[in-house]
């Protein structure tokens, strides 16, 4: 036989409580673009994500990813 296991008691429920609403929002959609308009997008999406890139890694470097 296997050994039993002692039944553990159930956690106290405690008091409920409010979650901050989101700080930011979501917004999709499905955009019919010319070829023009389709590669400034993609340029402008890279330019910005390099830069988001560096500032990530730079706060990496420094300690303050949360």
């Known amino acids: ?3 039993r296991r002692k039944k553990r008691a159930l956690r ?4 409920p409580f409010t979650v901050a609403a989101p700080a930011g929002a979501r917004i999709r959609d499905r ?3 010319s070829a023009a308009d389709a590669e400034v ?3 402008v999406g890279s330019h910005l994500g390099r830069h988001q890139r ?13």
């Open 1 to 3: 036989m296997g050994k």
């Open 12 to 15: 106290p429920i405690t008091a």
């Open 31 to 33: 955009l019919r673009l």
């Open 41 to 43: 997008l993609t340029l």
């Open 54 to 66: 560096a500032d990530l890694a730079e706060r990496v470097a420094i300690g303050q990813v949360r």
